[in-house]
């Protein structure tokens, strides 16, 4: 079992910038690929970054490509989500999430086992 709270979201001008944290414990998030969705009111949770649990490889959804940027730190066990140039549309709710090992559909929330309870990220125009 592995446990994920996620922390670092708020109110922000668009433009602004965010880092939201996937701090883990129960397991090493490094043998886990880790992926971080958002859910916007009315809309369904939708892919935005994901880091593979081997060679640090990582996916982005096309619309956050060049703003966004998932790390990860082992030593702290946590992920990280940088998110730069933020957008009114960018306002959701950030949820991490993982599962063992690697996953080919690394972009599906079905993927995943092990979920985050989320934190709001509000933008303003």
């Known amino acids: 079992q592995v446990q994920l709270v996620e922390s670092g979201g708020g109110l922000v001008q668009a433009g602004g910038s965010l880092r939201l944290s996937c701090a883990a414990s129960?397991?090493?998030?490094?043998?886990?690929?880790t992926g971080w969705f958002r859910q916007a009111p009315g809309k369904e949770r939708e892919f935005v970054a994901a880091?593979?649990?081997?060679?640090?490889?990582?996916y982005y959804a096309d619309s956050v490509k060049g703003r966004f940027t998932i790390s990860r730190d082992n030593a702290k066990n946590t992920v990280y989500l940088q998110i730069n140039s933020l957008k009114p549309e960018d306002t959701a709710i950030y949820y991490c999430?993982?599962?063992?090992?690697?996953?080919?559909?690394?972009?599906?929330?079905?993927?995943?086992?092990?979920w985050g309870q989320g934190t709001q990220v509000t933008v303003s125009s």
């Open positions: 880091i593979m649990w081997v060679g640090d490889s990582t």
């Open positions: 999430a993982a599962e063992f090992g690697y996953l080919r559909t690394y972009y599906s929330p079905n993927t995943y086992g092990y």
């Open positions: 129960g397991r090493t998030l490094s043998s886990y690929t």
